[in-house]
């Protein structure tokens, strides 16, 4: 099964960007579909965003569309997300997720993923 760890969060003041990574072990890397979700202090945790096996087909949360972005690098066993103008209520442990599946249809619950990453703290300053 593969392994996830991500990288990439931090302190940044509201309006800036991070691009947060999760790097994957083993060689079926091109085999999952991935995710990326948050939790915040005191909240259940949400969808962010997902991709599929090839990068061609991604989803985001309705309130995220447009200043998130996901994507991949199946060479480099690694996905992304490049986040713009954080917000405050951006705040939170962000965690990516892979599922095996090799279609075209993106999953937003959590549930279904069987491989989670440690997680990286995201933190935006207002």
């Known amino acids: 099964q593969v392994q996830l760890v991500e990288s990439g969060g931090g302190l940044v003041q509201a309006g800036g960007s991070l691009r947060l990574s999760c790097a994957a072990s083993?060689?079926?890397?091109?085999?999952?579909?991935l995710g990326w979700f948050r939790q915040a202090p005191g909240k259940d945790r949400e969808f962010v965003a997902a991709?599929?096996?090839?990068?061609?087909?991604?989803s985001y949360a309705d309130s995220l569309k447009g200043r998130f972005s996901i994507s991949r690098d199946n060479a480099k066993n690694t996905m992304y997300l490049q986040m713009n103008s954080l917000e405050p209520e951006d705040t939170a442990v962000y965690y990516c997720?892979?599922?095996?599946?090799?279609?075209?249809?993106?999953?937003?619950?959590?549930?279904?993923?069987?491989?989670w990453g440690q997680g990286t703290q995201v933190t935006v300053s207002s």
């Open positions: 997720a892979a599922r095996l599946y090799r279609g075209t249809t993106n999953e937003v619950r959590d549930r279904f993923y069987v491989a």
């Open positions: 083993g060689r079926t890397f091109s085999s999952y579909a």
């Open positions: 991709i599929n096996w090839s990068g061609g087909t991604t």
